[in-house]
C-alpha cells in the first residue's frame, strides 16, 4: 500500500473544502485566521521542529499532516475542534488509505493540541502544539474594523515578526517574537498567552529540550 503523503493530503478536495469551512466559520464570528495559510504554516514548521531533531522524516510528515489538518475541527464548532477535528482526520485519513497506527498517532496529535484540554503525549503531538502556538502574526487578524479588535486581534496585529528555532546541539526551542507597542504591549501577549507558553515547555522538554521565549530581542523564559 502506498504511503499517504503530505501532497495528498494537502491535495485532498473534501479536507481542503473543510479548512476552509472552518476558517469561514470562525471568521463569521471575528476570530483570528485559521485557514490554509495557518494550516500550511503549522504542518511545515512542525515537521521542520522534527526533521531538526533528527527524528525519522515519516514522523516528521506525520506532523506535517496534523499540522495542517489540527484546526478542521471548527467547521463544527470552536469548543472541543480539537475532539471533532480527529474524528474528521480518521475518516479522511483512512479513505485515503493510511493505516491505523499512523491514523492514530495523527489523531493523537489533532486532539491535543489545544491548552485547555490537550497535553503533549508524543513527538508529533509536541511538535504541532509549537507550531499552532507560535502562529502569532499580523497577517492573522481578519477583523476588518480596527475599533472592534479585541485582545487576541490587538496582539496578533501587532507582532510583526515570530520565529520558531531549533538548536539541535543545545536542546533548545525558542520562540522570537516581535512586538509593535504602538499596538499591544508585552504585557498583553502574557495575558492571553500564558497558558500557550507552558504548554509550549512541556512540548519542548518531551522533544528534551528546554524552551526558551525572547520578545523584542529580550529573553524572558
Ligand atoms: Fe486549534
Ligand atoms: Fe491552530
Same mark, same amino acid.
Given at each position: 500500500m502506498p504511503m499517504v503523503t503530505a501532497h495528498d493530503v494537502q491535495n485532498d478536495p473534501e479536507l481542503n473544502a473543510f479548512i476552509a469551512?472552518? @476558517? /469561514?466559520?470562525? =471568521?463569521?464570528? +471575528?476570530y483570528t485566521e485559521h485557514g490554509h495559510r495557518h494550516a500550511r504554516l503549522v504542518g511545515q514548521r512542525a515537521a &521542520?521542529?522534527?526533521? %531538526?531533531? /533528527? *527524528?525519522?522524516? %515519516? &514522523?516528521?510528515?506525520? =506532523?506535517?499532516?496534523? +499540522? *495542517?489538518?489540527? #484546526? !478542521? /475541527? @471548527?467547521? !463544527?464548532?470552536r469548543q472541543s475542534h480539537a475532539l471533532s477535528g480527529a474524528m474528521l482526520a480518521y475518516q479522511a485519513l483512512t479513505r485515503l488509505g493510511m493505516p491505523p497506527h499512523e491514523v492514530a498517532v495523527v489523531m493523537g =496529535? !489533532? +486532539?491535543?493540541? &489545544?491548552e485547555e484540554h490537550g497535553a503533549p503525549v508524543s513527538p508529533v503531538a509536541a511538535a504541532v502544539v509549537l507550531a499552532d502556538k507560535s502562529d502569532v502574526h499580523r497577517s492573522r487578524v481578519? @477583523?476588518? $474594523?480596527?475599533?472592534? *479588535? $479585541? !485582545?487576541? #486581534?490587538?496582539? @496578533?496585529?501587532?507582532?510583526? #515578526?515570530?520565529?520558531?528555532?531549533? #538548536?539541535?546541539?543545545a536542546r533548545v526551542i525558542t520562540l522570537e517574537v516581535q512586538i509593535d507597542t504602538r499596538y499591544a504591549q508585552v504585557m498583553d501577549y502574557f495575558e492571553i498567552f500564558l497558558s500557550r507558553m507552558v504548554m509550549m515547555r512541556e512540548a519542548a522538554s518531551l522533544l528534551g529540550c528546554d524552551y526558551h521565549l525572547v520578545i523584542n530581542n529580550v529573553r524572558l523564559s
Open positions: 469551512a472552518a @476558517n /469561514g466559520q470562525l =471568521a463569521a464570528l +471575528g &521542520e521542529v522534527l526533521r %531538526r531533531l /533528527g *527524528y525519522a522524516e %515519516r &514522523e516528521a510528515e506525520l =506532523a506535517y499532516v496534523a +499540522g *495542517y489538518l489540527h #484546526d !478542521i /475541527g @471548527n467547521l !463544527i464548532h =496529535a !489533532i +486532539g491535543n493540541h &489545544e481578519q @477583523n476588518p $474594523d480596527p475599533a472592534a *479588535y $479585541d !485582545i487576541h #486581534d490587538r496582539v @496578533n496585529y501587532a507582532a510583526t #515578526d515570530t520565529r520558531l528555532t531549533v #538548536d539541535p546541539n
